[in-house]
């Protein structure tokens, strides 16, 4: 695999900037520009054990040393139910290696932790979480990945708490990628194990690669050694732009936390307007 150099960075952005020369193109770290948000100050394992402890809360597990997929993983893991603080104890534990892998319901239950996050100022302004706007949280343990995947949508990931290293290729190294095919998903017997919401995103809005782009296996996947990423890692303060239709993977440095949302074009660093918060529900597709 070769490394094409790091992903921009972009501290100053512009709406201007972002949509003539970012959006839909190339992959931007804008560092610092969500710096102001309290939960930078405030969120951490602790706060979560505190404030939310007796909430529960699913948990994924995925082994990258493992030669199953990040999908077959998914598909084969029972998902976990614990409370938050059992959660936090076991995060440092040397084998703790799950995930609170986008967590809708969290921020869902809680808007309270919106206030936290500014309303996401100034990319929209979000009251509460609206039924059209994704926005989920995601927390690790260090060492914990999420495998190579597309999500369909403008993707916006949040950083704030620990170190994460990603790694993202362009939608034409997709044949270099080895692509699951989602025909594993309509197993009838998974609706048993997998919650009916979590397989509708699973089947609808993500597309799987089989291989490990972080230790990547050239033997079982050949075509792999001629594909190129972008790398970059992002820390506390720093907003991650990755387009429709890029492929990514994430490593946490240390026991991480971030928040994602979907971009709408209408409100992205525009100045927030409480009474309008019209022009929302701009959404992408993208399926092969
Ligand atoms: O932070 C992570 O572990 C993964 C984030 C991600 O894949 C996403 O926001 O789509």
Redesign the pocket.
């Known amino acids: 695999m070769k490394c094409l150099g790091q992903v921009e960075r972009c501290a100053d952005i512009t709406q201007e900037k972002f949509y003539n020369d970012v959006f839909q193109k190339q992959p931007v770290v804008m560092p610092g520009k969500i710096a102001h948000w309290r939960a930078l100050q405030t969120w951490n394992p602790d706060f979560f054990r505190s404030r939310y402890g007796g909430v529960a809360v699913w948990l994924s597990r995925y082994d990258p040393a493992s030669p199953r997929s990040f999908l077959q993983q998914n598909i084969d893991y029972d998902f976990r139910e614990a409370s938050f603080a059992e959660y936090v104890d076991q995060l440092s534990a040397p084998n703790g290696c799950y ?1 609170i ?1 986008e967590s809708i319901g969290l921020l869902k239950a809680n808007p309270e932790l919106l206030d936290d996050l500014d309303h996401f100022r100034p990319f929209g302004y979000s009251k509460e979480p609206a039924d059209d706007q994704f926005m989920a949280l ?1 927390f ?1 343990p260090k060492g914990g990945v ?1 495998g190579l ?1 597309i ?1 369909v949508g403008e ?1 916006l ?1 949040f950083h704030l708490h620990g170190h ?1 290293h990603v790694l993202i290729f362009a939608p034409d190294q997709t044949r270099l990628l080895y692509e699951e095919d989602l025909q594993q998903l309509a197993e009838p017997g998974l609706a048993d194990r997998i919650d009916a919401d979590t397989l509708e995103m699973w089947r609808s809005y993500v597309r799987w690669s089989k291989v490990n782009a972080f230790n990547p296996d050239f033997k079982r996947f050949p075509r792999l050694e001629g594909a190129a990423y972008l790398d970059a890692v992002i820390a506390p303060g720093d907003a991650l732009y ?1 387009p429709c239709g890029w492929w ?1 993977a ?1 490593r ?1 440095l240390d026991i991480t936390i ?1 928040v ?1 949302k979907s971009l709408f074009r209408d409100e992205f660093l525009r100045a927030p307007d409480p009474a309008d918060p019209a022009g929302r529900s701009t959404t992408w597709e993208l399926r092969p």
Do not use: E, F, P
């Open positions: 995930s892998r995601w690790a999420t995947h999500d993707n990931l994460k990755i990514h994430v946490s971030s994602s």
